[in-house]
């Protein structure tokens, strides 16, 4: 049949049906509309996103041909002079990062970057970040001991006060910031253009001196020396940016340099090992392998109501098809064979999906403009709360989501299609379409096999690092769930029936569910697949909230918490200095502190640095027993104050003070420390699956300690707070290793009678230049961050529980109008309107409770997935599964109570003359 031909069925057949029941109809199209608009948006939200944070990575980082940078976090500026004597490096510019805070015009702590650039070299690299004088300013400004240039978005800041939260969104359109004149202060005022920064642990004034182009997050540039001796890094550099000769190779060069440290006179202090070269746009690739689980997950969550959308539609189309089953009967008697009648069922399922997937995209490109402007490009991951990204709007995504949408509404359509195509026409003419639709064959081992191959889907390994499998294996186990529910309705209830052989209302209702359960079924479907997500991610976000709330019970023993770097990054200068330490543990009330130091190490290039953390993990009664034997190791290395998962492992003898190999260890000159035992650290879980840090490996750390160290993972711990990974050392090792006692963070025990006035004295003592916490304050600012990082997973259940009552209101009023000429018999043979309202009410509620009790164990089984399988493997930490029963069954219950409504209210049309009336047909 020609194409012509189905266009003219559609716009008089299918037009008709349309134009009768457009409300129906309507919200099959407003499922697919919300389920492609979620999931574009969140989509155009996160590329644009990271689109933002890779071009603001690359130029903040001077678009340079290729950076060095230490695997241990800061760099021995002598690596400068071996670069610059590289043949291939036509030039090389130092940089010092620091993460600080800065005073506003309004007196808050602003977040900004302070960089120390050398004038003279960066313009070859990077123009932007030239250091310009204002007019008025000597040339010589740029090599000034406290001369600072900002960039707009500092400016901004320090101008107007406004609240800077690290995006700079005035200093978004590089047009409107170049032409818009920014205040400048009065130079022959010294005060006007003073501004106070805290770098390190002191507050140092600083005079600007004039600007930098860069944009992006605020920054503060100045000459690199002059930051070096402000933040006590004398001798090192964050990073080198290099300019290449043309076809020059960085491989080449990074073996080059190293062979170089090997020759050179500082080769006794300069480790080949610890030096790493990155290339332009590593930045934004670490972080979006960072955050490509997050943005995966939140895609696949936001396809739920895509998913939910696609059993409406089924529901709408199955109760339509079945309404208009002699209408097509008629249409197969005058020439219409089975198959063209089945593509004509597909095509209204098509079309269904094309206006929905349409109107999707319109509705998913404005809340991406919108969420980006007024929350910028963070959904709640916090990932990227520092920017504010434009919208990036990709037709590609676009089409793809339409296509998505197109797609799910045609799946929607194909069984009904399927039921048209195998329809007897003289039968359905005469009436005989409603027969019992007994489940068998292969719909009735179609659902078992689809749960079996979830269940061997859920031990799929990752691919590419995705939980592709899980997903599919979730999928799976909601379609098999659902195909069996007839086959389990039709068992069950012929349980149940004997029971009230004596109540003939009940007993009609029951026996219409069992002897037609595909109906119940279709009725329920679009309940059972949004009721079985929403379980599933109750279940798992308060199994995550659980288990992070132990968690932070463990790793929070203290009372107290001073903290030296309340800006991200600022562990490298921000110390707390050992005469501090000791008077905070001088103090009256104080029963001990405990100093924790934070460093990060770079042991991959293609992945983020993972955190060190050097805190007391053994006691003097630990060590004793480290050396005593293989038991009471045993035990020392399993009672450390850390989430372990699983038995640790003995704590490695420690060498004597008499060993060659701990003076090799405690001497910084020694060139190697190869005889020492191996050193006991504890990796994270993320740590283990991302960098073969498993239980007992061997590692070595290049940049800590001297060349040959070894570690050893003694223990894995649960490390909510770095997805990147993070390793445990005690801090006596710390210390023998580096000869750094410095500490950044430090937990205050406080005695029973410790003073109501504590805190205050701390405070003062602090000078505000510390963060002082307590753990219920660090406990509860956690716990917001979770559920900020959440709250669009409740959007999205939400969303799904309403489509699916939207499917129950829809499939309700099908019936009721498919079977009006039964319900007029009903009443022809003395059934009254009030036995007539309570007959569908309880078809409605028995069949609502059988969906909600099936959607409640499909979502515990998809919980346990996504608990144990999708969880893992996307942020490689594990936790405990915890039901929240009374959550579940308030949940399961309103649908019950809903669904009971809905059919009740639709019962009242059954109820009416029309439907007396409607027994006429039969004659």
Same mark, same amino acid.
């Given at each position: 049949?020609?194409?012509?031909?189905?266009?003219?069925?559609?716009?008089?057949?299918?037009?008709?049906?349309?134009?009768?029941?457009?409300?129906?109809?309507?919200?099959?199209?407003?499922?697919?509309?919300?389920?492609?608009?979620?999931?574009?948006?969140?989509?155009?939200?996160?590329?644009?996103?990271?689109?933002?944070?890779?071009?603001?990575?690359?130029?903040?980082?001077?678009?340079?041909?290729?950076?060095?940078?230490?695997?241990?976090?800061?760099?021995?500026?002598?690596?400068?002079?071996?670069?610059?004597?590289?043949?291939?490096?036509?030039?090389?510019?130092?940089?010092?990062?620091?993460?600080?805070?800065?005073?506003?015009?309004?007196?808050?702590?602003?977040?900004?970057?302070?960089?120390?650039?050398?004038?003279?070299?960066?313009?070859?690299?990077?123009?932007?970040?030239?250091?310009?004088?204002?007019?008025?300013?000597?040339?010589?400004?740029?090599?000034?001991?406290?001369?600072?240039?900002?960039?707009?978005?500092?400016?901004?800041?320090?101008?107007?006060?406004?609240?800077?939260?690290?995006?700079?969104?005035?200093?978004?359109?590089?047009?409107?910031?170049?032409?818009?004149?920014?205040?400048?202060?009065?130079?022959?005022?010294?005060?006007?253009?003073?501004?106070?920064?805290?770098?390190?642990?002191?507050?140092?004034?600083?005079?600007?001196?004039?600007?930098?182009?860069?944009?992006?997050?605020?920054?503060?540039?100045?000459?690199?020396?002059?930051?070096?001796?402000?933040?006590?890094?004398?001798?090192?550099?964050?990073?080198?940016? *290099?300019?290449?000769?043309?076809?020059?190779?960085?491989? /080449? $060069?990074?073996? =080059? &340099?190293?062979? !170089? %440290? #090997? +020759?050179?006179?500082?080769?006794?202090?300069?480790?080949?090992?610890?030096?790493?070269?990155?290339?332009?746009?590593?930045?934004?690739?670490?972080?979006?392998?960072?955050?490509?689980?997050?943005?995966?997950?939140?895609?696949?969550?936001?396809?739920?109501?895509?998913?939910?959308?696609?059993?409406?539609?089924?529901?709408?189309?199955?109760?339509?098809?079945?309404?208009?089953?002699?209408?097509?009967?008629?249409?197969?008697?005058?020439?219409?064979?089975?198959?063209?009648?089945?593509?004509?069922?597909?095509?209204?399922?098509?079309? *269904?999906?094309?206006?929905?997937?349409?109107?999707?995209? /319109? $509705?998913?490109? =404005? &809340?991406?403009? !919108? %969420? #980006? +402007?007024?929350?910028?490009?963070?959904?709640?991951?916090?990932?990227?709360?520092?920017?504010?990204?434009?919208?990036?709007?990709?037709?590609?995504?676009?089409?793809?989501?339409?296509?998505?949408?197109?797609?799910?509404?045609?799946?929607?359509?194909?069984?009904?299609?399927?039921?048209?195509?195998?329809?007897?026409?003289?039968?359905?003419?005469?009436?005989?379409?409603?027969?019992?639709?007994?489940?068998?064959?292969?719909?009735?081992?179609?659902?078992?096999?689809?749960?079996?191959?979830?269940?061997?889907?859920?031990?799929?390994?990752?691919?590419?690092?995705?939980?592709?499998?899980?997903?599919?294996?979730?999928?799976?186990?909601?379609?098999?769930?659902?195909?069996?529910?007839?086959?389990?309705?039709?068992?069950?209830?012929?349980?149940?029936?004997?029971?009230?052989?004596?109540?003939?209302?009940?007993?009609?209702?029951?026996?219409?569910?069992?002897?037609?359960?595909?109906?119940?079924?279709?009725?329920?479907?679009?309940?059972?697949?949004?009721?079985?997500?929403?379980?599933?991610?109750?279940?798992?976000?308060?199994?995550?909230?659980?288990?992070?709330?132990?968690?932070?019970?463990?790793?929070?023993?203290?009372?107290?918490?001073?903290?030296?770097?309340?800006?991200?990054?600022?562990?490298?200068?921000?110390?707390?200095?050992?005469?501090?330490?000791?008077?905070?543990?001088?103090?009256?009330?104080?029963?001990?502190?405990?100093?924790?130091?934070?460093?990060?190490?770079?042991?991959?290039?293609?992945?983020?640095?993972?955190?060190?953390?050097?805190?007391?993990?053994?006691?003097?009664?630990?060590?004793?027993?480290?050396?005593?034997?293989?038991?009471?190791?045993?035990?020392?290395?399993?009672?450390?104050?850390?989430?372990?998962?699983?038995?640790?492992?003995?704590?490695?003898?420690?060498?004597?003070?008499?060993?060659?190999?701990?003076?090799?260890?405690?001497?910084?000159?020694?060139?190697?420390?190869?005889?020492?035992?191996?050193?006991?650290?504890?990796?994270?879980?993320?740590?283990?699956?991302?960098?073969?840090?498993?239980?007992?490996?061997?590692?070595?750390?290049?940049?800590?300690?001297?060349?040959?160290?070894?570690?050893?993972?003694?223990?894995?711990?649960?490390?909510?707070?770095?997805?990147?990974?993070?390793?445990?050392?005690?801090?006596?090792?710390?210390?023998?290793?580096?000869?750094?006692?410095?500490?950044?963070?430090?937990?205050?025990?406080?005695?029973?009678?410790?003073?109501?006035?504590?805190?205050?004295?701390?405070?003062?003592?602090?000078?505000?230049?510390?963060?002082?916490?307590?753990?219920?304050?660090?406990?509860?600012?956690?716990?917001?961050?979770?559920?900020?990082?959440?709250?669009?997973?409740?959007?999205?259940?939400?969303?799904?529980?309403?489509?699916?009552?939207?499917?129950?209101?829809?499939?309700?009023?099908?019936?009721?109008?498919?079977?009006?000429?039964?319900?007029?018999?009903?009443?022809?043979?003395?059934?009254?309107?009030?036995?007539?309202?309570?007959?569908?009410?309880?078809?409605?509620?028995?069949?609502?409770?059988?969906?909600?009790?099936?959607?409640?164990?499909?979502?515990?089984?998809?919980?346990?997935?996504?608990?144990?399988?999708?969880?893992?493997?996307?942020?490689?930490?594990?936790?405990?599964?915890?039901?929240?029963?009374?959550?579940?069954?308030?949940?399961?219950?309103?649908?019950?109570?809903?669904?009971?409504?809905?059919?009740?209210?639709?019962?009242?049309?059954?109820?009416?003359?029309?439907?007396?009336?409607?027994?006429?047909?039969?004659?």
């Amino acid at each position: 049949m020609r194409l012509s031909t189905y266009w003219t069925l559609l716009k008089t057949f299918s037009w008709q049906e349309l134009r009768l029941h457009p409300w129906r109809h309507a919200m099959a199209v407003l499922a697919v509309m919300l389920g492609v608009g979620l999931a574009l948006s969140v989509q155009l939200i996160n590329a644009s996103a990271l689109s933002e944070f890779s071009a603001a990575s690359q130029s903040a980082s001077g678009e340079p041909d290729a950076q060095l940078r230490g695997l241990a976090g800061r760099l021995d500026e002598r690596w400068l002079d071996l670069a610059r004597a590289q043949p291939g490096v036509r030039e090389a510019s130092p940089v010092l990062e620091l993460q600080t805070q800065l005073l506003d015009a309004q007196g808050q702590r602003q977040s900004v970057r302070l960089w120390g650039l050398d004038g003279l070299s960066m313009p070859a690299i990077q123009p932007a970040l030239a250091l310009q004088p204002d007019a008025g300013f000597d040339r010589l400004a740029i090599f000034g001991a406290d001369q600072v240039f900002a960039n707009p978005a500092a400016w901004r800041v320090i101008n107007d006060g406004i609240s800077n939260d690290g995006v700079g969104r005035a200093a978004e359109n590089a047009d409107a910031a170049s032409g818009q004149a920014l205040q400048t202060p009065d130079r022959a005022n010294p005060e006007a253009t003073a501004v106070e920064v805290q770098v390190g642990l002191q507050r140092q004034r600083l005079h600007l001196a004039g600007r930098v182009a860069q944009g992006g997050a605020a920054l503060l540039a100045m000459d690199v020396a002059a930051l070096q001796d402000l933040s006590g890094n004398a001798g090192f550099i964050s990073r080198i940016d *290099l300019r290449l000769e043309p076809g020059a190779n960085p491989d /080449a $060069l990074l073996a =080059a &340099l190293r062979q !170089a %440290a #090997l +020759r050179s006179p500082w080769a006794q202090s300069l480790e080949p090992g610890a030096l790493l070269l990155q290339r332009p746009g590593d930045g934004g690739a670490r972080l979006g392998q960072l955050s490509r689980a997050y943005r995966v997950n939140l895609t696949v969550l936001a396809l739920v109501a895509l998913f939910t959308g696609a059993f409406l539609v089924f529901s709408v189309l199955s109760l339509s098809v079945t309404q208009r089953l002699p209408s097509f009967a008629l249409l197969g008697v005058l020439g219409l064979d089975a198959r063209q009648r089945q593509y004509l069922v597909w095509a209204e399922s098509v079309l *269904l999906g094309a206006v929905g997937s349409l109107l999707g995209v /319109a $509705l998913g490109t =404005a &809340l991406a403009w !919108a %969420a #980006l +402007r007024l929350l910028g490009g963070d959904l709640g991951g916090g990932y990227f709360d520092a920017i504010a990204p434009s919208l990036d709007w990709s037709p590609l995504a676009a089409a793809g989501y339409c296509a998505l949408g197109i797609g799910a509404a045609w799946l929607g359509g194909w069984w009904p299609a399927l039921a048209v195509r195998g329809m007897a026409p003289a039968q359905a003419l005469k009436g005989w379409a409603m027969q019992p639709d007994r489940p068998g064959g292969l719909t009735a081992w179609s659902g078992p096999a689809l749960l079996l191959l979830a269940f061997g889907l859920c031990w799929l390994p990752p691919i590419d690092g995705l939980p592709l499998a899980a997903y599919v294996a979730v999928a799976c186990g909601l379609l098999g769930g659902i195909l069996t529910l007839p086959v389990l309705v039709h068992l069950g209830l012929g349980r149940i029936a004997p029971w009230v052989q004596q109540r003939p209302l009940a007993l009609l209702a029951l026996e219409r569910a069992r002897r037609f359960p595909h109906s119940a079924s279709i009725a329920t479907s679009a309940v059972v697949a949004s009721l079985a997500l929403s379980v599933a991610l109750t279940v798992m976000v308060g199994s995550f909230r659980e288990s992070v709330m132990r968690w932070l019970d463990t790793v929070l023993p203290a009372e107290l918490y001073l903290r030296a770097a309340p800006a991200a990054g600022g562990a490298e200068t921000a110390r707390l200095t050992p005469e501090f330490v000791a008077a905070v543990a001088a103090m009256p009330g104080v029963a001990r502190v405990e100093g924790l130091r934070l460093r990060t190490l770079t042991l991959d290039p293609r992945r983020p640095p993972v955190t060190l953390i050097a805190r007391p993990l053994r006691s003097a009664g630990d060590s004793a027993a480290a050396s005593a034997g293989a038991a009471s190791r045993s035990s020392a290395s399993n009672s450390v104050p850390l989430p372990l998962v699983g038995q640790a492992l003995p704590w490695p003898a420690q060498p004597t003070a008499t060993d060659p190999a701990a003076v090799a260890i405690g001497d910084s000159s020694a060139a190697t420390a190869t005889g020492a035992p191996p050193i006991a650290v504890f990796a994270s879980e993320a740590m283990a699956e991302l960098h073969g840090a498993g239980l007992g490996r061997e590692l070595e750390l290049p940049g800590l300690g001297p060349p040959g160290v070894r570690f050893v993972v003694t223990g894995i711990w649960r490390d909510y707070a770095r997805q990147q990974g993070s390793l445990v050392i005690d801090a006596q090792d710390y210390a023998r290793l580096t000869a750094d006692h410095s500490v950044n963070d430090l937990s205050v025990y406080l005695k029973p009678d410790a003073p109501a006035d504590l805190r205050q004295r701390l405070e003062q003592a602090s000078g505000g230049l510390y963060e002082l916490s307590s753990a219920q304050d660090i406990r509860a600012i956690s716990l917001g961050i979770f559920d900020r990082s959440f709250a669009v997973t409740y959007w999205l259940q939400a969303v799904a529980i309403g489509m699916g009552l939207m499917g129950v209101s829809a499939s309700f009023s099908a019936q009721v109008l498919a079977r009006r000429r039964e319900f007029g018999l009903l009443q022809h043979i003395g059934l009254s309107r009030r036995q007539l309202l309570g007959l569908v009410a309880a078809e409605g509620a028995l069949w609502t409770l059988l969906g909600a009790a099936a959607g409640l164990l499909l979502g515990l089984a998809v919980s346990v997935v996504l608990v144990h399988v999708v969880n893992p493997q996307s942020f490689h930490w594990t936790m405990e599964l915890h039901l929240p029963w009374a959550r579940l069954l308030a949940l399961a219950l309103s649908v019950v109570a809903a669904g009971t409504l809905t059919a009740w209210l639709s019962g009242r049309l059954a109820a009416s003359q029309q439907a007396v009336l409607a027994v006429k047909q039969d004659s």
